[in-house]
T-cell receptor, first 116, second 115 residues
Framework: DAGVIQSPRHEVTEMGQEVTLRCKPI?????LFWYRQTMMRGLELLIY????????DSGMPEDRFSAKMPNASFSTLKIQPSEPRDSAVYFC??????????????FGDGTRLSIL | GQQLNQSPQSMFIQEGEDVSMNCTSS?????WLWYKQDPGEGPVLLIA?????ELTSNGRLTAQFGITRKDSFLNISASIPSDVGIYFC???????????????FGQGTILTVHP
């Protein structure tokens, strides 16, 4: 079975540019999560969706960050304008029915983002 | 908010040795998960625990859900070089409230295994 698929795997861009990260969850999963990982702060939850609806975006650092889930098989995380401090590895994860017992989250391989 | 303290931060061991790491929380969870992350990859689920007191094994890995629901440990027996990586604990609430369904991660334990 295909796991969570993220693209691109690596992104290098100059500050001020718009960055779009993409995620395809595991087929049949209806909960999707975006995380950011840095050395200083570890793994942080940015936002999560259930049945394509954003449930909690309290982890989104600021208005420059936005996320969408137009359908059950695709989500995007956008940063506009990007800043050097946004450099991190961004992970997408998915699961069945958020919060249900026996439904752990499965992670993609991440997008390594570098803002120059 | 909830915080997880994971220890040790790093371990350097010889191949064949046993390893133990643990996580403690300031509040209760009703699910504990252990993930492993290899360089350049995402965290991979190793073991999931759903009941207080539960002891679960996956090959050479054994994990327990603490009876107080505020802690968990992971043991690796007879370590091998491919055990190298970062191990994360994560706690989850499967009940109502603002933390519903969210994972809270520990800081990670970096494991190095010398052949």
């Amino acid at each position: 079975d295909a796991g969570v698929i993220q693209s691109p795997r690596h992104e290098v861009t100059e500050m001020g540019q718009e960055v779009t990260l993409r995620c395809k969850p595991i087929s049949g999963h209806n909960s999707l999560f975006w995380y950011r990982q840095t050395m200083m702060r570890g793994l942080e939850l940015l936002i999560y969706f259930n049945n394509n609806v954003p449930i909690d975006d309290s982890g989104m650092p600021e208005d420059r960050f936005s996320a969408k889930m137009p359908n059950a098989s695709f989500s995007t995380l956008k940063i506009q304008p990007s800043e050097p401090r946004d450099s991190a590895v961004y992970f997408c994860a998915s699961s069945h029915d958020i919060g249900r017992v026996n439904q752990p989250q499965h992670f993609g391989d991440g997008t390594r983002l570098s803002i120059l | 908010g909830q915080q997880l303290n994971q220890s040790p931060q790093s371990m350097f061991i010889q191949e064949g040795e046993d390893v133990s790491m643990n996580c403690t929380s300031s509040s209760i969870f009703n699910t504990w998960l252990w993930y492993k992350q290899d360089p350049g990859e995402g965290p991979v689920l190793l073991i999931a625990l759903y009941k207080a007191g539960e002891l679960t094994s996956n090959g050479r890995l054994t994990a327990q859900f603490g009876i107080t629901r505020k802690d968990s440990f992971l043991n690796i027996s007879a370590s091998i070089p491919s055990d190298v990586g970062i191990y994360f604990c994560a706690g989850q609430l499967n009940a109502g409230g603002t933390s519903y369904g969210k994972l809270t991660f520990g800081q990670g334990t970096i494991l190095t295994v010398h052949p």
